[in-house]
């Protein structure tokens, strides 16, 4: 049910001829009247024409329906990029009898190739005909690339429903671009609260998200709340707003753990969790530098833990650390202190083997202490496989 | 004959026992009185003890000599891991009736587990004995660690020598730490001026390769200059100078050339080169976002271009840059022009083609125009293979 689960919404996902693989590739969600959205977009300073897109018109506060094709990013592609989003936006809107920029876009698929134009305003009709309350299933399939399964959420405040769907399984899979992640609301909030919303409860939790340290041209997150559950406005110091926010983070959780976990080649995932930075900024940096260190990722595809790489990514991350203050555990097992790996584990007294342990199972929880500071931060990753190689680089377009 | 090529310098190599499969493991170089010498070492916080006691001695003006131990790094051995490596060296300058301070220490291994002392100092006098102004050779073998070749590189200038080694094959290999770097130069030159060869044309050569952009916590490169070859100081600003640079910078270019070629897994060699930019800094930080990818660094496996790989690696490298003023060229073929992949690598007309030729090659050549600043920098890497995950994947301690 995923983004439909939420009253006051309708989706659709069918195939417009967009992937050779004859797959559905392209989908459209559309809230009732009155519906709100707020986004948050790629920080890669190359961007898709319909993230610029996107980006603008919920800037411009009107937004209450998304296209999405599946099979070309749009990215790269110049100022052809940006009037053929623009067109397709304008003759959604059209189908759809709404005003003309209240349509966002997403795209994603190969960088550089054209969008098909004639195939996609051909299709619009027919996308648009195909809108149901029980939309959500094709929609979260239509929005796929190489992702082995589709990704949805769902989650219930107190009389109100969240659902969510989501894609992507590199910031750039296969020369194919982008995460793109969809969550809905039936409650009722106003724009910049909404936007509030996603910051606070989506964007960390995407954030944290790394399956090659690498930012896609097109990635966006998009919340949109229709109000269909409630007459009363949600506003922010209120219980109805906790509950909402916590309904909202947990489909953002869950679509999280489910895109790692269909991450290009990832068997093992990796949850790095560090505390006493100076900053959650600083800490969430380290975080980031372990999970995406190539030798720390190789060696829990390894199942070895080798706490050595852990403590060479932490002195690399860029953040100032004292190195005499990082205490590393994995799972429970401590295996440095003090900047010092415990000769014991040198030994052979079963330290190592208890490292070794929390290495290989299928979630590895490393644990990074840097210092008193009040600073946070976390990361989720995933190994570094042979299936990464094989994904990424065998394939030719 | 590498460090031992110029005059003035004894070198040897012995097997002490360090490491477990009975190769050569224990190695010293030392110049005559008068020696001079400057070095440069890892930015990661995390450093080795010997990395830490090595800087000291430098600072405080002099030094002659070095041992080096593979087999363990001497990193996250806490105050052990410094009374250690400092006996190494008093036990050394004792033997070599030279001050106690002049002797440097580089160690490369596993990190963590502490210098096996009795073995060391054990065989601290049969590697004194075995010094011979032949010794080069003996020396570049026993500082190896994974490496399958041992790196060694020589240069003639106008009256004078270089000679120089080298190790490495990740910044930290399966589990073993380093990439060390000797250079060796008959020419008479002062500390200072030195250290600002070693700056001017060792420091950008080195800080330009990347295996994987992990930093290790040994990495260290020494210059010495035992000035046997002329009675009279090479100053600054004369054609000797001049000379020396150059001979200096052919042997670092040469061993930087031998790294790449043996890292981890590599079988493409990757040449990026940054014009354009505001500043060297931020060329250079372009150059090894782009070498450091994952995404780039499979599709050089595989011998796909993907110019959207590279573009997107341009934009997310934490450099501002205009998206639109980006152009890509792979050996002699443009795939980005102002940002845009031209419609004609999607059109099959050979455009493609070409660019897959110039990404099959074993040095791939990516130049990269990032607008009118005029900032150039360049990285130098390799690809990502099945190897790479074998090799730091399947190692287990």
Not at 338 to 343: H, L, S
Not at 360 to 388: K, M, W
């Amino acid at each position: 049910v995923s983004v439909t689960y939420p009253a006051g919404f309708r989706a659709a996902g069918i195939t417009a001829g967009f992937k050779r693989s004859g797959r559905s590739d392209f989908a459209l969600l559309t809230g009732d009247a009155g519906t709100t959205a707020a986004g948050l977009f790629t920080t890669n300073l190359v961007q898709a024409a319909p993230v610029r897109l996107s980006r603008e018109r919920l800037r411009a506060g009107r937004a209450g329906a998304v296209i999405v094709n599946s099979g070309q990013a749009n990215a790269a592609t110049g100022e052809q990029g940006d009037r053929d989003a623009r067109a397709a936006t304008l003759v959604a809107a059209d189908h759809l009898r709404v005003d003309p920029d209240v349509v966002l876009q997403c795209s994603t698929g190969v960088i550089g190739e054209p969008l098909p134009m004639d195939a996609l305003l051909g299709a619009l009709p027919a996308l648009v005909s195909a809108l149901s309350p029980d939309g959500g299933p094709d929609f979260a399939r239509a929005i796929l690339t190489t992702d082995t399964v589709p990704k949805e959420a769902t989650a219930d405040g107190d009389g109100i429903r969240v659902g969510g769907a989501a894609k992507g399984v590199g910031m750039i899979s296969p020369n194919l671009a982008t995460m793109l992640v969809f969550v809905t609301t039936d409650a009722a909030v106003e724009r910049t609260g909404l936007q509030r919303l996603a910051e606070e409860q989506l964007k960390p939790r995407f954030n944290a998200l790394t399956v090659d340290g690498c930012t896609s041209t097109n990635d966006t997150v998009l919340l949109f709340a229709s109000g269909a559950a409630v007459e009363r406005e949600v506003l922010t110091g209120t219980r109805a707003w906790d509950g909402l926010a916590a309904a909202i983070g947990e489909v953002g959780e869950s679509l999280v753990r489910q895109l790692i976990a269909d991450g290009e080649g990832v068997g093992h995932v990796l949850l790095i969790e560090v505390a006493g930075a100076r900053s959650d900024t600083d800490a969430d940096r380290i975080a980031k530098a372990v999970a995406d260190s190539p030798l720390v990722k190789t060696a829990a595809f390894g199942g070895d833990p080798n706490p050595g790489r852990i403590l060479q990514a932490v002195g690399s991350s860029g953040v100032q650390v004292e190195p005499g203050a990082v205490d590393v555990a994995l799972g429970d097992t401590a295996v440095v202190e003090g900047g010092t790996i415990p000769p014991a584990y040198f030994a052979g007294d079963g330290l190592a083997d208890a490292a070794r342990r929390a290495m290989g199972g299928p979630e590895i929880h490393v644990r990074i202490s840097v210092g008193g500071g009040a600073g946070t931060g976390r990361a989720i990753g995933g190994d570094l496989s042979y299936d990464y190689v094989r994904i990424n680089g065998e394939y030719t377009t």
